[in-house]
């Protein structure tokens, strides 16, 4: 097994997927019942200076954001972006199990149609699990204090 010639095939479809759609999160996560959750959404370059939005629903459109970078609070959701990074989190405290469901991160394009990724969020009386994928435009990084621990 060859890993260089494996890292850079990962490598290059992570680019293309972030060129093609500019959003990526990861697939999804399971959290305890009371706990909190803070998930990562990575983003093109050329977004740095759109708003951000998380919002519930299968579909991104219509997806109504429940917060959005220009007014990050709402209940026990808030999200704060790191343009530097080119990556901004979300952060869902006191979980219940009615916050189960899929969820976007989501980017508004002003003229022109949102791009986002899908997570799914499954709230248990059980343990967390690990995020189960993050991808990262090439030469890019997602530091781990954007990653709950798991207890």
């Not at 990575?42 to 220009?70: A, M, N, Q």
Request: aromatic share 10%; charged share 15%; with cysteine.
């Amino acid at each position: 097994l060859d890993l260089g010639l494996l890292q850079d095939t990962v490598m290059w479809k992570i680019f293309i997927y972030l060129f093609t759609t500019g959003v990526s999160t990861v697939t999804g996560v399971t959290v305890q019942r009371g706990g909190s959750v803070t998930i990562p959404c990575v983003y093109s370059d050329r977004y740095k200076t759109h708003v951000k939005y998380w919002c519930r629903g299968r579909e991104l459109r219509p997806c109504f954001p429940i917060v959005h970078s220009d007014s990050p609070q709402e209940g026990n959701v808030s999200i704060r972006d790191d343009p530097d990074q080119r990556v901004f989190t979300v952060t869902i405290n006191s979980l219940t199990a009615g916050d189960s469901g899929y969820y976007w991160c989501g980017v508004k394009i002003s003229g022109g149609t949102d791009v986002g990724d899908q997570v799914y969020l499954s709230v248990t009386e059980g343990k967390m699990s690990v995020l189960q994928t993050v991808l990262v435009e090439t030469g890019g990084s997602v530091g781990a204090s954007h990653l709950q621990a798991c207890g």
